[in-house]
């Protein structure tokens, strides 16, 4: 299993203004939270990396903290200083076939 691709896919999937918690992609690819989290660090700018939040709608605090500003920008449903995850979470399932391992 290449997980850095899965990871790749799975977070390129995600349109603007959603969000998905390091779960939400763990649970899609077949991985862990934390294998998520791994992955993340090897993945490039060219992939939308703030899309990817705690699964309390924390997000990330690495490159610089730009995270918040890039969700706003998008339009992501926000309360305070977290993602309202209710509004925002993306499910892969309403887009496409799931294709996470049994």
């Known amino acids: 299993m290449d997980v ?60 610089e903290g730009r995270a918040p500003g890039l969700l706003l920008a998008e339009g992501t449903p926000m309360r305070g200083e977290r993602v309202d995850m209710r509004g925002a979470r993306y499910r892969w399932e309403q887009a496409e076939p799931s294709r996470a391992r049994t």
């Not at 799975?10 to 203004?17: F, K, L, R």
């Not at 294998?35 to 990396?49: I, S």
Request: with cysteine; proline share 5%.
């Open 4 to 63: 850095v691709r899965e990871v790749r896919e799975a977070v390129a999937a995600i349109p603007s203004g959603s969000v998905a918690s390091y779960g939400d992609v763990g649970q899609r690819i077949g991985a862990g939270a934390r294998q998520v989290g791994r992955a993340m660090k090897l993945l490039g700018e060219g992939v939308p990396w703030w899309r990817v939040v705690r699964a309390d709608g924390s997000p990330a605090t690495c490159h």
